[in-house]
């Protein structure tokens, strides 16, 4: 029984991948699995606890698009995942300057919903969510 589970979190976690794969990378002509800020391995699932942990790792230290990357994964998985699973969304440890001020916004409701109703902000989430779409 054991076995079949772990073999499904792995076909999830590999779907989960494909879902968010042709997300583009605000600043650069590229998804984020090109430039390797997202990677199968930076996905956790733990269906028992209904808890998603997604790590992506900035292109650079300074990166300021971080926060957009990490809006534009969490609108993105909001549509895969029921409404029960906790989704946090973090930087890499060590991969950003601000790692701390920028997870604390990634994982703040108020803050996240006041991200998404800036108009502009919300322009440039969907243009890197639905560019390849369009």
């Keep these: 029984m054991m076995m079949r589970r772990e073999i499904w979190l792995k076909i999830f976690d590999s779907e989960l991948v494909n879902y968010v794969r042709d997300i583009r ?3 650069h002509p590229y998804s984020l699995e090109q430039l390797s800020v997202l ?3 930076s996905i956790t699932v733990d269906e028992k ?12 230290q ?7 990357i990490g809006l534009c994964l969490r609108v993105k998985l909001k549509e895969f995942f029921p409404p029960h699973f906790k989704l946090d ?4 440890p060590g991969s950003h300057a601000n790692e701390e001020s920028v997870n604390k916004q990634l994982n703040d409701k108020e803050r996240v919903a006041a991200a998404l109703e800036n108009p502009n902000l919300r322009q440039l989430v ?5 560019s390849n779409e369009l």
């Design 25 to 27: 990378d605000p600043e």
């Design 39 to 41: 990677s199968e391995e």
């Design 62 to 68: 300074h990166c300021s698009m971080a926060t957009v």
């Design 126 to 130: 969907d243009e890197c969510l639905y």
């Design 89 to 92: 969304i973090r930087v890499a």
């Design 49 to 60: 606890l209904g808890r998603i942990l997604i790590t992506f790792t900035p292109t650079i």
